[in-house]
């Protein structure tokens, strides 16, 4: 068997299921495109769109959905 290429250091900054997703998204662009990327040039992407800082803003303490989600799970047991 040949031998497996080197496996790329991922930032510590970056989950691995954002990583994934980002590569497989734009893997699936490029098919449906027509353009190939290259493995290099996919990492690169994804690497860089997962690292994008989050959007939004932090929700009031004060809002009833926040309040209920720090509340007790409740399960049924039959």
């Avoid at 929700?59 to 399960?75: A, H, I, N, R």
Wanted: hydrophobic share 40%; aromatic share 4%; proline share 10%.
């Amino acid at each position: 068997f040949p031998p497996l290429p080197e496996r790329p250091l991922l930032p510590s900054d970056i989950d691995r299921r954002s990583f994934l997703m980002r590569n497989a998204a734009i893997g699936a662009a490029a098919v449906m495109t027509g353009n190939a990327w290259t493995a290099e040039a996919r990492a690169q992407q994804a690497t860089k769109d997962a690292a994008a800082p989050k959007l939004g803003t932090t929700l009031s303490p004060d809002l009833d959905t926040v309040k209920k989600s720090k509340g007790p799970v409740m399960t049924v047991v039959e």
